[in-house]
């Protein structure tokens, strides 16, 4: 259904739901149009089209609202429906609470002695190192020679992979296979790069426009392809 926002109505068209349920199918319509019956209601009937329909699912929950402006200053003058998933077939509503947190988090103590974590700090707390005491640590955090370690190849490139060309049928039956064909559907073996690398492509074979551009492709074997 469409949904649009009414001021005289209350109503906030965002806020809406866009389907309505559940229905069931009572009747086949023309046109892909179908009459529906509420479940909730028998005597509400109503006629919709295909592309509007969409199917019930078997379990059906709401997800918890996000506490936000929609929800706090949506309720400045009027509060949230005590039931506002009704058309969409669910009973019951638990309305968002904004979070409080406790006295204790709050207090930090002195605010110049705040500082965010170091990196060092936050590895201790996740994964820290095994030392074996406090002495080597700091020794080690406080040492300044750097030790340089390859980390990247630096020898000769590796050489090209060895490839190897696939085996060209006979032309008689490479012909007589497009010409069965009923899709024209083929493997070919495809270059790439500048060695004799090839990958397997699937391309549809043109034949009645290989035959009309060029009539001799069936004793060359040079046939239109699409990839």
């Known amino acids: 259904r469409s949904t649009q926002s009414d001021a005289r109505r209350g109503r906030v068209g965002k806020l809406l739901n ?33 592309a509007d329909l969409s199917v019930y699912p078997e379990q059906l929950i709401p997800f918890q609202p996000l506490d936000g402006a ?11 429906q005590s039931n506002p998933y009704h058309d969409a077939g669910i ?12 006295a204790n988090f709050v ?3 002195d605010p110049e002695a705040f500082h965010f974590p170091s990196l060092s700090e936050l590895n201790d707390d996740e994964r820290p190192f095994p030392w074996t005491s406090d002495a080597e640590r700091d020794s080690f955090g406080a ?6 370690a390859t980390v990247m190849y ?14 060209i049928p006979p032309l008689a039956d490479l012909v007589a296979s497009i010409i069965q064909s009923s899709d024209r559907l083929f493997l070919i073996a495809h270059p790439i ?9 699937l391309v549809r074979v043109v034949f ?11 004793q060359s074997g040079r046939f239109l392809v699409e990839f």
């Open 18 to 50: 866009a389907f309505t349920g559940p229905w069931r199918v009572i009747e086949i319509l023309a046109g892909s149009s179908y009459g529906l019956q509420h479940m909730h209601d028998p005597s509400r009937k109503e006629k919709k089209h295909a």
């Open 70 to 80: 929609d929800n706090r200053y949506g309720q400045l003058y009027k509060n949230i």
């Open 91 to 102: 009973k019951g509503y638990e309305p968002s609470e904004p979070f409080k947190v406790a």
């Open 107 to 109: 207090a930090i103590g």
């Open 143 to 148: 040492s300044t020679h750097i030790e340089a």
């Open 154 to 167: 630096t020898g000769p490139p590796p050489s090209p992979p060895v490839a190897i060309v696939p085996a």
């Open 193 to 201: 790069g500048t060695n004799d690398t090839r990958e397997w492509r």
């Open 208 to 218: 009645d426009d290989s035959v009309r551009l060029q009539p001799s492709c069936l």
